[in-house]
């Protein structure tokens, strides 16, 4: 029996790293979502170039020449449109999307934001999680909603401060996290295992027997 997988869309408006990572685990045969499309705001994202050499669809829809972002978002509309897609998955696009757009993709449009949110919203997470001196901070991953980084959780991970850190530090340690959950989190999704109910995500089973993450170690 032919597993049926999810026509998956990536945005992209830079290097993508959280896009390979999607890209590769989507080449299993197992895997419940198919990538059909990698789109961008930017034309000369460095991202756009690695899924073509990747051989896979592609576009580049720059924002600048839209007068406004209705406009931005038709013309986007229509390039997932003609790709059939069922699903999307922002990774590093750094544009607001209208409430119309984001209603339109209720439930079906998804992204990942390097904290635990609801901590950190926005930019700067990584200096202002060690400035505020929390001790664990990490990467989520959530449905969209028209506020910027709102949405029920779909997963996370986390991730320890340790002394010295360094934004950079805290950063690329992060970074390597959101590359394991944002994959799992696509899963669950695109196999139906991740349900929004209410303002809540319902996953219909667990990954690994719940564990609790001390910092400092005990």
């Known amino acids: 029996m032919t597993l049926k997988k999810t026509r998956t869309a990536i945005l992209v408006s830079g290097r993508g ?6 890209v ?3 080449r299993a045969v197992d895997y419940p979502a198919e990538i059909v499309l990698v789109a961008s705001n930017r034309p000369d994202a460095a991202g756009l170039e690695w899924a073509r050499s990747q051989g896979l669809p592609t576009a580049s829809i720059d924002h600048t020449r839209h007068a406004t972002r209705e406009a931005f978002e038709a013309s986007l509309q229509q390039t997932l449109d003609a790709a059939n897609v069922e699903l999307i998955a ?4 750094m544009r607001l999307m209208t409430p119309a757009f984001v209603e339109s993709w209720r439930n079906r449009m998804i992204n990942i934001h390097p904290s635990l949110l609801p901590s950190f919203k926005g930019l700067h997470t990584h200096e202002r999680a060690l400035a505020a001196g ?5 990467c989520t991953v ?3 909603r028209a506020e910027m980084d709102e949405g029920p959780i779909i997963a996370q991970a986390a991730v320890p401060v340790l002394g010295g850190d360094t934004p950079a530090l805290l950063a690329e340690r992060v970074l390597a ?4 959950i ?3 989190a696509l899963r669950l999704v695109a196999a139906g295992l991740a349900r929004c109910e209410g303002e809540k995500v319902s996953v219909s089973h667990d990954l690994k027997a719940s564990f609790p993450l001390y910092s400092p170690n005990l």
Request: cysteine-free.
């Open 17 to 22: 790293s959280n896009m390979q990572a999607l």
């Open 24 to 26: 590769e685990a989507a």
């Open 90 to 93: 922002l990774a590093g696009f």
């Open 134 to 138: 929390v001790k664990i901070t990490g």
């Open 142 to 144: 959530h449905f969209v």
């Open 177 to 180: 996290a959101e590359h394991k």
């Open 182 to 184: 944002y994959p799992v």
